[in-house]
């Protein structure tokens, strides 16, 4: 146990009265400490709370503390995080697994009563809501029925699990997006568990986990599959980080918003690259920074690669505690145990600064308005410059900055009729505009700013054309309550921006249909149409299929776009349109001031709101609470359900450890490039009438109208399966258009993916994947590896990996090879048409080189990333779940 490894550190403190004990890491009387990156400092005290011989031994907690000599060896460690959060459209899968581990359990002769959390987990339903209904008051309404009417299945499915399964806590739908709710209610900063205190800190089954960072909690995303293993009371494997501070010095301009900071803070780090690095922020600017501008910049940690993007706790996170209704004896035990364990954190006082691995530098002050896209969140694009990049991105060749139009198709313009009025659609025209996501819509300035500014336009006499989607999608209640108290709201639904819903909804791509002669227009015209939203990513597909180009913008420029109703506009030259006197209105003329925008969310942003909010979280609502759920330990599965089955990872699961074996003559299902994301792996928006997973729900008795998204059915193995490799923008070099088909090689028959892989499952034929760099970046997505393997994939070889994916594959018993420095399929001649051979060793040891034997006699080398002991062991029992259930036995 803990008290046998570091019992002699073990202290009592006293709080308001109150006794507690915690591990004081200072006692170690070791100089290495102080140094430590305050990120790391929570590692290591995890490891020295955890320390029992088995999962943690002194000797990793001897490594953490040699972080500076470590930090570059590829140095494992294990790491347990305090408790685990899970959003629905991975919660789902993950109950199905827990479920099914309990059958497999019962049958191999074990107690399934065994198999639950025995960490804390808070599920939050927030991605099931789509916008279907928008520009209405009753929009939100309208929404919501339809949401319970195509999920009941799955809500009732986490009712049961939320009975059967031991700490487990459920936030119904309809509270908000859950890296909100973690931010502004779930968080603790610091545990008190058997009055022992220790830092807060957590995994998310999403990669945007990383917005709580901005509160000083460690934590970032993993796969559902690594998420399940840490519910199971696994340690994370991981290797010591390498650490880059980044120094913010000034002041941002009053005219930016935190989302151009963001913005620009996401193209610097790509640049830089910081891929399973950990960033932390130091330096006197961060004092001038909100816990809403920091949780901003953490939440898009994702998008410029890094693990997680941290703030240490300070006063400022203090006082956003108890703005947010926190009460004042937890703020005390916060501020006061973190000052004991030096975790506290004073950006104005140099001589905190600790050691890192590099340092890089950005003055505030720099930073100008930005929008970032057409197809990628760190493709900055300065306002100013918007007109003329996205003209050239017309003529540019197709890629992430480029759609080849031709120059005679680029003054194109389709007339629509739309509520009996004539209006013209063209190449940049902006169809859709959605202020959303957690990542702005957690942060008052910038959506006080946005109410602000519509106030303005509104009484300037602007409005917004009609055909264009307009929603509002808070991430909480208390959005709503201080839109509402500080007077803005009638002015965002004058110009369309109604709430529609309280979910990520058109940040994950459940922005609904567009208006029919809209979708015609853009579709018969070969139109470039723009979607504008204040989300994360905007990765080619992902908001729209219609929408070949989507930029990322603060919530107030959301609102200029659409004012504008298109992106070809140079708002410091062109007006937005004329008020009443016939005068032009221009952007400046309705932007609001910082100044402005303060004394608002002074005044209507308080800890009564949280409080009121937050205390009827987990109630629910009428619907919700109308759900009537199974009591058995275990799930009665249903076999006509196309939401909730029992998947077949455990089937043929024996007791006894399988031979595993490695590639004999296999075929290559796809051919890929570079940034193959997981929406292209396992897309989460509308399933496509045309699709392998529609023919499959049509021979179940379904209609188009209740498909629904493939996010929704991630419960039912056999749509995800058909629903892998979906996306129609997927790029695959044995077809000559984008979409999920393939060749069949042994006859060269084009066909779509899903046929292929049973075609070659059909004759026991080994397939894999080649991809290029940076394969799986984007949201961490459990199936983006579990329908890889349903497929009957065995390998990738790829160029790079995107952190979180690279382990899901691991945790999928799928091999990431990768081609070694310097080198390429192309620069390998590979066509893909090969067959590919690697034999495995039985003593195989993380990292190891191996060769590659193509069926024409030439070979390559790649290195088998295996990054850990541990995912060696995982593979070895044929994944994660098949290592956690015979622990169990």
């Known amino acids: 146990m803990a008290e046998q490894g570091f019992s002699q550190i073990k202290e009592s403190i006293s709080i ?23 990120s790391i400092r929570v590692l290591l005290e995890s490891a020295v709370r955890n320390c029992d011989g088995f999962q943690v031994k002194r000797a990793d907690v001897d ?21 685990v959060i899970l959003q629905d459209f991975t919660g789902v899968p993950a109950v199905v697994d827990f479920a099914a581990m309990r059958d497999a359990v019962k049958r191999l002769e074990g107690d399934p009563n065994k198999i639950n959390p025995v960490c804390p987990v808070d599920l939050v339903i927030d991605h099931s809501i789509q916008v279907d209904v928008a520009r209405s008051v009753d929009a939100l309404e309208k929404n919501q029925e339809l949401e319970f009417e195509r999920n009941k299945e799955r809500f009732v499915f986490l009712k049961w699990g ?48 990383t917005m709580i960072n901005g509160l000083g909690v460690v934590g970032w995303g993993v796969g559902g599959i690594e998420a ?49 690095k950990f960033v932390e922020f130091f330096g006197s600017g961060v004092e001038h920074l909100s816990i809403a501008d920091r949780a901003t910049i953490s939440n898009m940690c994702p998008e410029y690669g890094a693990t997680i993007g941290f703030f240490p706790v300070d006063g400022k996170s203090l006082e956003y505690l108890r703005q947010t209704g926190r009460h004042d004896d937890k703020i005390q035990q916060i501020e006061k145990y973190l000052n004991a364990v030096h975790m506290f954190r004073n950006y104005g006082d140099p001589s905190q600064d600790p050691v890192f691995s590099q340092i890089v530098e950005l003055d505030l002050s720099t930073i100008v308005s930005c929008c970032s896209g057409p197809k990628r969140p760190h493709d900055k694009v300065a306002v100013t410059d918007m007109k003329t990049d996205f003209q050239a991105c017309l003529n540019n060749k197709v890629g992430f900055k480029g759609f080849a139009i031709p120059s005679d198709r680029q003054s194109v313009k389709a007339p629509i009729v739309f509520d009996n009025q004539e209006y013209l659609l063209s190449h940049g025209s902006v169809v859709i505009a959605a202020i959303t996501s957690c990542t702005n819509t957690s942060n008052p300035s910038v959506m006080l700013g946005a109410g602000l500014l519509a106030k303005k336009a509104v009484e300037a006499g602007l409005s917004v054309n009609p055909y264009i989607k307009t929603s509002l999608s808070p991430g909480s209640g208390v959005v709503t309550y201080y839109l509402r108290e500080s007077g803005v709201t009638p002015f965002l639904q004058k110009l369309g921006f109604d709430i529609v819903g309280y979910g990520c909804m058109t940040c994950i791509g459940n922005s609904g249909p567009l208006p029919e002669a809209v979708s015609e227009a853009i579709e018969k015209n070969d139109l470039v149409a723009c979607g504008v939203l204040s989300g994360n990513r905007n990765f080619e597909g992902r908001i729209h299929p219609l929408t070949r180009a989507n930029y990322l913008a603060s919530p107030p420029l959301v609102i200029a776009y659409a004012l504008a109703g298109t992106v070809l506009i140079d708002f410091e030259t062109q007006a937005l349109g004329t008020n009443s006197e016939g005068k032009d209105v221009f952007l400046r003329d309705i932007w609001p001031t910082r100044e402005e925008i303060q004394e608002v969310e ?88 045309n699709s392998s997973a529609a023919r499959y729900l049509a021979t179940r008795g379904l209609t188009p109208r209740q498909f629904n998204s493939y996010g929704s059915r991630r419960g039912n193995d056999a749509v995800m399966t058909r629903g892998t490799f979906a996306n129609i923008r997927l790029v695959n070099k044995f077809v000559s258009k984008a979409g999920p088909r393939t060749v069949y090689l042994p006859n060269g028959e084009e066909m779509d993916i899903f046929d292929a892989a ?92 191996m060769t590659v034997q193509l069926n024409d006699g030439r070979t390559f080398d790649v290195c088998c990333r295996f990054d850990t002991d541990v995912e060696l062991a995982y593979f070895r029992h044929g994944g994660i779940l098949n290592y956690m259930i015979r622990q169990m036995l």
């Open 228 to 276: 399940e293993a840490v519910m199971l009371g696994q340690a994370i494997s991981m290797v010591l980080p390498q650490v880059v501070g980044y120094k913010l010095t000034g002041v941002v301009n009053p005219l930016v918003t935190s989302t151009d900071v963001v913005l620009t803070i996401t193209k610097n780090l790509r640049q830089i690259g910081v891929v399973g």
């Open 162 to 209: 939320a009975k059967a399964l031991q700490n487990m806590m459920i936030v119904p739908p309809g509270s908000g997006i859950v890296h909100q709710v973690n931010l502004e209610y779930l968080a603790k900063v610091v545990f008190d568990s058997g009055n022992i205190l220790y830092p807060d800190s957590l995994v998310g089954t999403d990669s945007h986990t």
């Open 758 to 849: 049973e075609r070659y499952r059909s004759e026991g034929q080994q397939v894999i994947v080649l991809a290029g760099k940076d394969y799986g970046s984007g949201s961490s997505r459990d199936w983006a590896a579990k329908g890889p393997w349903m497929l009957g994939i065995k390998a990738v070889i790829a160029e790079s990996y995107e952190r979180i994916h690279r382990s899901n594959l691991v945790g999928m018993g799928i091999i990431p090879f990768q081609y070694l420095p310097g080198q390429t399929a192309e620069s390998l001649g590979l066509t893909g048409k090969e067959r590919f051979s690697v034999d495995l060793p039985g003593d195989i040891s993380a990292g190891q080189v």
């Open 16 to 38: 308001d009265g109150k006794d507690f004990s915690f591990f004081n890491l200072t006692a170690l009387n070791d100089s290495r400490y102080d140094k430590l990156p305050f």
């Open 602 to 689: 002074k005044q209507f942003v308080v800890p009564a709101m949280f409080t009121d909010v937050y205390s009827r979280i987990t109630a629910g609502n009428k619907r919700w609470n109308a759900l009537e759920a199974p009591s058995d330990i275990l799930y009665p599965w249903d076999s006509k359900s196309t939401y909730i089955k029992s998947p077949p990872f455990f089937e043929t699961m024996t007791k006894e450890l399988p031979t595993q074996t490695g590639l004999k003559d296999a075929c290559v299902l796809l051919n890929l490039g570079d940034s193959v994301t997981t929406d292209h792996i396992s897309p989460a928006g509308s399933i496509a009438r």
């Open 63 to 83: 490594n953490i503390l040699g972080w500076e000599e470590n930090q570059a060896k590829s140095v494992e460690i294990p790491f347990k995080p305090s408790r």
